[in-house]
Every structure is written in C-alpha cells, then in structure tokens.
C-alpha cells in the first residue's frame, strides 16, 4: 500500500536551510541568514501542508465500445482532495492506441481537472486508461505514489464507411424488403399486363388494354424482397503491416473494415446477414436484421484473433448459409483450403463473390535467421500459386474483385442479379 | 533524456542550473570572489542537478555555496546576498517544478504561476531580513541575536510540523 512520502523538494529545503542556519548561529553570519531564509519558510510551509488523509484515486473512460478513429476521455477521480494540490499522470503508450497528449504524460492543479484523450487507431480489443498516478500534497512537500491504475477493455469495432448500394441481390427470397423479385408480387417494379384473376386488386385494372381487349386486364409487379448475405472472413493470417485508420492497411485491416461495411450496407437495407470467421475461435452471428444484429456482428469482428482453426480443417467448415443466400468470401486467398471452402459454396448453388483482402504492398514477415532473397523469393512463388487460384475460382464462376471502398460489390453484384433473371435450361428427362 | 524534454523543462534545467551559479558570483563585483575551483565544482554540481533535479546533488550544489558565504564572506552583509538567496530559490522552486513528474512532463502553466508567486513573495523575505540586520548594525544588538531568533523559529516550526500526530501517522 502507498502513502505520503516526503519529496527530494522537501528534503533539500530543510538540509540546505538547517546547514546555513547552523553556519550562520556558529559562525556568526548574518549574510547566510539572508540566504537561506526563504528555503526555511518553503520547508517550514511544506512540512505544515503535510497530508492526514489517505486519497483514493480511480480512473474512468467515458465509453466502452468505440470505433476506430474515434476518440474519448480517461478521466482520473480522486477522493478526498483536501491534501492534494497536484495530480501527475503518465499513461501506458500501447500499440494502436493515440493519447493527447501525445507522450500521454499530464499534470494538472487537482480543482482544475484535465483528461487525456485516448482514440484506438485500429479494431480489435484494447486496453485503455492504464497509467500511473502521482498526487502531491500543497508545497511538494509530500508525494503520494506513484500507483498503476489499470485500465479499461475496450471494444474497438471496425469503422465502416456507409454507402447505399444501388445494385438488386441476385437472390432475393425474404418476405419484405428492398430487392426486386423474381416472382410477382405487391411491389412497383413493372413486370407485365396480365388478364385479370380473382383476388387482384380493382386499381391494378388497366382499363386502356381491357377496353382493346374485351376483358380485364391488369398491371403486374415484381415483389420485393429482402435477400440473405453470408460473410464469411479469413482470418488464418495477418499479412502486411498495420498502421491504423490513417495508416497502412494490413490484409485483416482491410477484410474487416470491408466485412463491417458490407454489413452495415445490407442491414440498413433491411436484408439479413450472417457472419462467419475462419479463426482459432470460430467466430459466428447467425442471420438476422436490425441496428442491434449490426452492432452483434461488429463486436465479433472486433474480438477476431488471427490464426487457422484447431477443430476442423478451413475446407471441412460447415457456413450454416440459408438457401438463396449470397455469399461474400473476404480473404487474401492464400490458403489452399479458402479457395476450396469458396468452390464447395458455388458448387451448391449460391452466389459466391470474393473480396480480394491482400495489400499491395503487403510482404509477409520473415525471422531474422531467414535469408531475405530466399524469403522474397518464397513470396513471389506464393503470389504466383494464389493467382492460379484466383483464376481458376474466376473460371468456376466465383468473381474475385479487390476492396476499393464501399462500392466494391455494386457491379458484380448487378451482374449475379442480372444473371439469376436469365431463364435456366431444364435438364430433366427427355 | 533530451530527446523528451518540453521547452518548458528545458527552461527549467537552464533556472536549475544557473541559480546556484548565480548566487555563488552574486558577490564578485562587491570584491567577494570566488575561487575557480569552487567555481568549477558548483557548476559541475548544477549540471547534476539540472540533469537530476529529484535527487540530493542540489542540496550539496546550494550547501557549496551556502559554504563559500560563510567562509569568505564572513559578517560583511552586501547587497548580493539579496541576488544570491533568490538565485537559490530560483534553483530550487525550478527543481521542485521540474520533480512534478517525468521529463516528458510539460510545466503545467497554472502551478508554475502558483509557484511563481510563492516564489516572489518568499523571497521578498530576503530583502525585509537585508534591510533589518543592516539597521541593527552599530546597535548594541549582535548579529547572532537575529540567527538565534530565526534559529529557534525554525525549531519550533520543524518540531510542530513533525510532531503534530495526524490520521495517517495513527494507521487510520
């Protein structure tokens, strides 16, 4: 347990000002008095300011889920403040983690209270607030601490630019929502003039063709339907260098701030999404809709841990998808076992897209025992093998496009939709 | 070390280290000068004490000089002493200010202005006890009459201060 202690202030005042005062009732120096006269009041201040009351210090953060980029304030609570007339605070510098100020030290008189500023520069979990506290009593006579607060967990959630795409999913099969159907329906998409049925409703009549035509005719539409997305992300590695929201993107940066994004899309179209993290821990959020559902899938992406799964191999992975569902595979597709999970998707029917996650400029990270020609060789090689498995994912109809932003997906997915409207050749029995 | 400091610590080294300099010359033009080694060894011991102001080095820096006034001095009272007491206290307030907290730690505006004012009206000490001994001069009343009152306060000050039992000392 600390207490108050006496400071190196304190103790310089009293042995200077003693030594003269002593010199000076030896010796006889008035001249020496004078000198150290006001060292002896400063002491003598000091020892009177000396603390009797043990404070109580505890740090506080404003929020406990925050997106990258954004900023809040670790406040510092101390109790009581009657002996205290400075607070000194150094905050733990951590990986991915901005402080104001920036070397995260701050002093600050105790009735005037500052915070620092603390802003996570990228998604995942992160501790905040964890500093050492110093208190000193009025005078610096007495420091009390310094003691180590510890901090906060905090859930940095991906930040995800919203966009509103313009382009149908391919499959649509909900009951209600924005894509157009397949099927006829109650929506406003024009689909075609049809003889009048009993059950259609009196102002779908089109009285133009069914005066022409001698019986009734009405207007048809396409229903409108809400569609099925399944995210599936690869997190068996983290490739390139990470620098933050404002920094370089590494291969899990970009799939995860692409699968909020995606996401954040979709469920404000009011469709349903699915999430599945190829990780160590498996991370999974069933299909569902609403700012809540969005919000459960954030947190998930934010407890991602890259690494390959212990239980079962990445291409024996059961994806739970929903029939119609389309699929988004968000990988750097440098495993073998991605590239066949994808295939196994199409294979059954669903619309597959792959988001290309590698970097450009990403360079996998070699031990210092490792001969750096031999290793960059090795990545050549490597990019070489990924971008067969590109092409031939490509060939077996799985469209591969690299994340440029929130538009990314808008022209394939226009592109599948128009696709699934096309009338499909029956091979049944002749 | 450098590499971290703030303008403002780097203003606080430069008062540390200068202050004890400044009283131990405070006295040349008055014919009270110092020797070069002394003045080599104050210097030597200011640096270390700008370089380390939360650790005792000070104390024997300010203790050189407060020697050298006793020694050479002797009971002349020139006006440097007024110069050469705030030196001190500039040191000192300058180190107590830089020991607030690591080297990164920028001054904190308001406490440096606090400490200012302490500092301005501590040291105004200084020339009132000036002016006072130097009236008494010629009087029947010794020097010492004056060291002894100042003495005895101090006593009473330190033994109050130490002695008063508070919360803390009683395991409360």
């Not at chain 1, 995800?160 to 499959?171: G, Q």
């Not at chain 1, 954030?298 to 998808?321: A, K, M, N």
Request: hydrophobic residues 50%; contains cysteine.
């Amino acid at each position: 347990m600390t207490r108050w202690r006496a400071t190196a202030a304190l103790s310089r005042a009293l042995t200077v000002a003693g030594v003269g005062i002593g010199v000076a009732l030896v010796l006889g120096r008035p001249a020496v008095v004078v000198l150290v006269a006001p060292l002896v009041i400063i002491g003598a201040a000091a020892l009177m300011a000396k603390p009797r009351t043990e404070p109580r210090v505890s740090a506080q953060t404003s929020y406990a889920v925050l997106h990258e980029g954004q900023g809040t304030t670790a406040r510092l609570r101390v109790e009581p403040t009657d002996d205290v007339e400075f607070v000194t605070r150094v905050c733990a510098s951590a990986a991915h983690i901005a402080l104001k100020p920036t070397n995260g030290c701050l002093g600050h008189l105790v009735e005037d209270p500052v915070p620092i500023l603390v802003s996570p520069r990228r998604w995942g979990q992160r501790r905040i607030g964890e500093e050492k506290v110093g208190l000193f009593s009025p005078w610096a006579g007495y420091r009390w601490g310094p003691v180590a607060l510890v901090g906060r967990e905090v859930s940095v959630l991906p930040a995800s630019a919203t966009f509103r795409s313009a382009a149908a999913a391919p499959n649509p099969i909900g009951l209600i929502g924005a894509h157009r159907s397949r099927r006829d329906g109650d929506g406003t998409e024009f689909s075609s003039i049809r003889e009048f049925h009993s059950g259609d409703r009196m102002r779908r009549i089109n009285w133009r063709v069914s005066l022409r035509s001698s019986a009734l005719h009405v207007v048809s539409t396409r229903s409108e339907e809400d569609t099925a997305i399944l995210l599936v992300v690869d997190a068996l590695a983290d490739y390139g260098l990470s620098g933050g929201i404002d920094g370089t993107q590494s291969s899990l940066d970009v799939a995860m701030r692409a699968a909020g994004a995606i996401a954040e899309q979709y469920i404000r179209q009011g469709d349903r999404v699915s999430l599945r993290v190829v990780s160590p821990h498996g991370e999974y959020v069933g299909y569902g809709a609403g700012s809540r559902h969005l919000r459960r899938i954030l947190g998930q992406l934010s407890r991602v841990r890259p690494g390959v799964p212990h239980e079962v191999s990445v291409d024996r992975i059961d994806f739970r998808t929903a029939a119609g569902s389309m699929v988004v595979v968000l990988s750097p597709m440098l495993s073998e076992g991605m590239a066949t999970a994808a295939v196994r998707l199409l294979r059954r029917g669903l619309p597959v897209i792959v988001v290309d996650t590698l970097p450009a400029d990403a360079a996998p990270t070699v031990s210092s025992e490792t001969d750096p020609t031999i290793g960059r060789l090795a990545w050549r090689m490597r990019l070489v093998e990924r971008r067969q498995v590109l092409d031939r994912l490509a060939a077996a109809g799985c469209p591969v496009v690299p994340w440029n932003g929130p538009r990314t997906l808008d022209v394939i997915v226009r592109r599948l939709a128009r696709r699934a409207q096309l009338p499909r050749a029956g091979v049944g029995a002749r | 070390m450098t590499s971290y400091l703030t303008p403002g610590g780097w203003a606080l080294r430069a008062v540390i280290a200068l202050g004890p300099v400044v009283a131990l010359l405070a006295a040349t033009p008055e014919g009270f000068a110092p020797p070069v080694w002394l003045i080599v060894l104050v210097v030597l011991a200011s640096l270390g004490f700008a370089y380390l102001p939360e650790q005792y080095i000070g104390s024997a820096a300010m203790i050189l000089v407060v020697g050298w006034w006793s020694i050479d001095v002797r009971d002349a009272m020139p006006l440097a002493v007024v110069v050469a007491s705030g030196g001190l206290l500039a040191s000192h307030v300058a180190a107590t200010l830089a020991a607030y907290g690591p080297r990164a730690l920028a001054p904190n505006r308001p406490l440096v202005l606090r400490w200012l004012r302490r500092g301005v009206l501590v040291w105004l000490v200084a020339p009132l006890l000036w002016l006072t001994i130097d009236a008494q001069r010629g009087h029947t009343t010794p020097a010492s009459y004056w060291v002894a009152g100042l003495a005895v306060a101090l006593v009473v000050a330190v033994t109050a201060a130490t002695l008063y039992p508070t919360s803390l000392d009683q395991g409360t």
